[in-house]
């Protein structure tokens, strides 16, 4: 049984560039608002529509709302190592899940296949979730630019979420919103990044079918 993409809508460039966005703006919110000015870098992101229902905008417009300390102080109360322990939610799926046998190793196998490099002060935390968000929007766009295998960038999409993705944010996100105000930015974010992931998925999982090349 092979899988190959039927589905013309999904070969187009506004399909690809949209979802590239979409994953790259969620990488930025959940950045460290110590490391990068998420706030002034989506600003400049333009936004265009999506092959499913999600209201991108409203996210951004509510993390727009909170001033750069404001990010600080509830991104490093909620995510980052403190005078105490370790931090309450840790945002990397390694310490998230309890560091599982060979996820890194995965991590790795997925990033050297699709020549994915991250810059040297960032491999040590090649779980970060900002990380895999980014590596999900370099995919997307590998499948637009790749002229002769875009369904491995398809394939690998898909795997990806499904393998990492949706393996842990989903708890994250209910683990937030617990430890969060409700009206808390990181709380928001990840409820909503958990509700486009699943939207995503089912897209992938539509516009890739699965036939029978063997003759069976």
């Not at 002060?121 to 002229?147: K, Y």
Request: charged content about 30%.
């Amino acid at each position: 049984m092979d899988r190959v993409c039927l589905d013309t809508t999904r070969m187009t460039e506004a399909t690809a560039v949209s979802r590239a966005t979409a994953y790259a703006i969620f990488s930025l919110l959940i950045s460290s608002p110590h490391e990068v000015n998420p706030r002034d870098k989506i600003t400049d992101i333009q936004l265009s529509e999506l092959p499913f229902d999600f209201d991108l905008e409203k996210i951004m417009n509510d993390f727009s709302l909170n001033d750069e300390d404001t990010l600080k102080k509830q991104f490093s109360a909620l995510f980052e190592i403190g005078d105490h322990g370790p931090p309450p939610i840790p945002i990397r799926e390694d310490l998230f899940l309890n560091q599982p046998a060979k996820l890194k190793e995965d991590l790795v196998r997925f990033y050297e296949h699709f020549g994915y490099e991250l810059d040297e002060g960032f491999q040590w935390q090649m779980d970060h979730l900002s990380i895999q968000l980014e590596f999900m929007h370099f995919l997307a766009m590998g499948e637009f630019e790749e002229q002769k295998d875009k369904l491995s960038y398809q394939l690998g999409q898909l795997d990806f979420t499904q393998k990492h993705l949706l393996n842990w944010v989903p708890k994250l996100a209910e683990q937030l919103s617990v430890l969060s105000k409700e009206d808390e930015i990181y709380a928001k974010i990840s409820i909503e990044l958990k509700t486009f992931l699943e939207h995503d998925l089912k897209w992938q999982e539509k516009t890739i079918t699965t036939i029978d090349e063997s003759g069976g």
